[in-house]
């Protein structure tokens, strides 16, 4: 199971996000977790990948215009992913990723 840590920014767009955004988001990580312990590429509906220009931050989908960002920070647990959540909201978080 990886760990996670969230950047105090992440959580001020959480607090802006409806209820079912939260939802959607939940249910998308819990499939990007699923992913991670398996040892798989994401699946494609993640539409996870690198945010253009942001070095090693990367974007994940959880809804139609719902995006958040992230990057794998150093291992906590030996042997298990890290992953730093950045970002969460519409295509508005990339000009701040």
Do not use: C, N
Request: charged residues 25%; proline residues 6%.
């Amino acid at each position: 199971m990886p760990t996670y840590r969230r950047l105090p920014r992440f959580d001020q767009d959480w607090e802006s996000l409806s209820t079912a955004e939260q939802q959607r988001f939940r249910v998308a990580v819990g499939l990007f977790v699923e992913d991670l312990d398996a040892g798989r590429p994401f699946r494609p509906g993640l539409r996870a990948k690198g945010v253009t220009g942001a070095g090693q931050i990367m974007e994940m989908t959880f809804s139609p215009d719902g995006r958040a960002t992230w990057q794998f920070g150093a291992e906590v647990m030996v042997g298990e992913a890290h992953v730093v959540w950045r970002r969460i909201g519409t295509h508005d978080i990339f000009r701040s990723p």
